[in-house]
C-alpha cells in the first residue's frame, strides 16, 4: 500500500513537471517563432506561459505561420498591421473563443470573411482595414459584445445584411470602400448605439432611410460617393448628437432643409457634388466646415 502511494506521488510530480515544462514552451516558443517575421513584435503570456496577445507591426508570414498564431487558443488580442501575407483567415478561427480583439490591417488578405467569425462570442474589435476581403458580409449576429466594426478599403459586396442591426453594442461602423450595393436598409435605424456610421464610396442607391433619425447616438455619417438620391429630408435633423455630415458625390436632389441648422453640435457638412437646388438656408452660415458646391 505505501509502496504504491509513493509511486502515486511521484507519478503525479512527474506529470505536473511534464506539463509545467510543456506550457512553459508555448510562450517562448512563440517568441522566437514571432521574431522570423518582424523586427517589431510584441507577445504577452499570463502567469501559466499561455499567450495572450501578439502584435506585430511589419514584415511578412505565409498561410502557414498565419494558421499557427490563429490556433493559440488563449489569444485575447491580435494586431498585425501591414504584415505581408497574402494569405486567407482559416474558418477555423473559431477556436479562438477567447478572442477580444481582432485586428489585421494592411496585410493583403483575400478571400472571404469566415462564416465561423460568427462563434467568436467575446469579440470586442474587429479591425480589417486596408485588405482584398471579397464575398458579402457573413452573419455576425451572435457578436453581442462586438463594439467595432471596422472593414473600409476591401472588396466586400452584395447588401447590407439586416444581421448586423441586431448588433446591441455597435459603435462603430466602417464600411467604406467597398462594393456594397442596393439601398441603405431601413433597419439601419434600429443599430441605436451606432456613434460612427460610413458607409462612403461604395454603389449604395435609393433614398436615405427615415429610420435613420433613430441613431440618437451617432456624431459622425458618411454616405459620400455613392448613388443616393432623393431629398435629403428633415430626418439627419434629428440626430442631436451629430458633428459631421457627409453626403457629397451622390445624386441628392432638391432643397437644403432648414432643418440643419438646428443641430446644436454639428460643425461639418459636405453636400458638395450632388443635384442640389435653391439657397443656402441662414441657420447654416455658422458652420466650422460647410461645403455645398
Ligand atoms: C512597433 O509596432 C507598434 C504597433 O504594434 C507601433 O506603434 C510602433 O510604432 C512600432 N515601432 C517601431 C519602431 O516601428
Ligand atoms: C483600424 O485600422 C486602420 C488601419 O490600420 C486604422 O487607421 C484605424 O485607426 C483602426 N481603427 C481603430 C478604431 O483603431
Ligand atoms: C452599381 O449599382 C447599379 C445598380 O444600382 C448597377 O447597375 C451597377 O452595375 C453597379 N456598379 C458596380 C460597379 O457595381
Ligand atoms: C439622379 O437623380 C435623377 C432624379 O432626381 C435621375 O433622373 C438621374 O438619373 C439620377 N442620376 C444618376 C447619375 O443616378
Ligand atoms: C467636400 O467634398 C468634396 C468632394 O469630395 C471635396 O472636394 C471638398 O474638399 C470637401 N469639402 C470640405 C470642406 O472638406
Ligand atoms: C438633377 O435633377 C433634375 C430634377 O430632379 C433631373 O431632371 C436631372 O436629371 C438631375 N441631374 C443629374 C445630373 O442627375
Known amino acids: 500500500m505505501k509502496i504504491r502511494y509513493l509511486n502515486s506521488i511521484i507519478f503525479q510530480t512527474l506529470v505536473l513537471c511534464i506539463s509545467v515544462t510543456h506550457a512553459e514552451t508555448e510562450c517562448d516558443n512563440v517568441q522566437n517563432f514571432v521574431k522570423d517575421f518582424s523586427r517589431n513584435v510584441s507577445v504577452r503570456c499570463d502567469v501559466e506561459d499561455r499567450v495572450l496577445s501578439i502584435a506585430i507591426n511589419e514584415g511578412s508570414m505565409s498561410q502557414e505561420n498565419l494558421n499557427y498564431i490563429l490556433s493559440l487558443e488563449n489569444l485575447r488580442s491580435i494586431e498585425l498591421e501591414s504584415v505581408e501575407i497574402n494569405g486567407q483567415l482559416p474558418s477555423n478561427i473559431d477556436t479562438l473563443i477567447n478572442l477580444e ?115 440618437k447616438n451617432l456624431g459622425s455619417i458618411d454616405l459620400s460617393g455613392n448613388q443616393l438620391s432623393g431629398f435629403i429630408g428633415d430626418s439627419l435633423s434629428k440626430l442631436d448628437k451629430v458633428f459631421a455630415i457627409y453626403l457629397q458625390m451622390n445624386n441628392f436632389s432638391g432643397n437644403i432643409p432648414d432643418s440643419l441648422g438646428q443641430l446644436a453640435y454639428l460643425t461639418s457638412l459636405n453636400l458638395s457634388y450632388n443635384n442640389l437646388s435653391g439657397i443656402i438656408p441662414d441657420s447654416l452660415k455658422n458652420l466650422q466646415s460647410l461645403s455645398v458646391l
Open 101 to 215: 480583439e481582432l485586428n489585421i490591417e494592411n496585410c493583403g488578405i483575400t478571400g472571404e470573411i469566415p462564416a465561423t467569425i460568427n462563434n467568436l462570442y467575446n469579440i470586442k474589435y474587429i479591425n480589417l482595414s486596408n485588405n482584398h476581403l471579397t464575398g458579402q458580409l457573413p452573419d455576425m449576429s451572435q457578436l453581442n459584445n462586438l463594439i467595432e466594426l471596422e472593414l473600409p478599403y476591401n472588396e466586400i459586396s452584395g447588401e447590407i445584411p439586416e444581421t448586423l442591426s441586431a448588433l446591441p453594442n455597435l459603435l462603430i461602423l466602417s464600411l467604406g470602400n467597398n462594393k456594397l450595393s442596393g439601398n441603405i436598409p431601413s433597419y439601419i435605424g434600429n443599430m441605436k448605439s451606432l456613434e460612427f456610421l460610413s458607409l462612403a464610396n461604395n454603389n449604395l442607391s435609393g433614398e436615405i432611410p427615415s429610420t435613420i433619425e433613430n441613431l
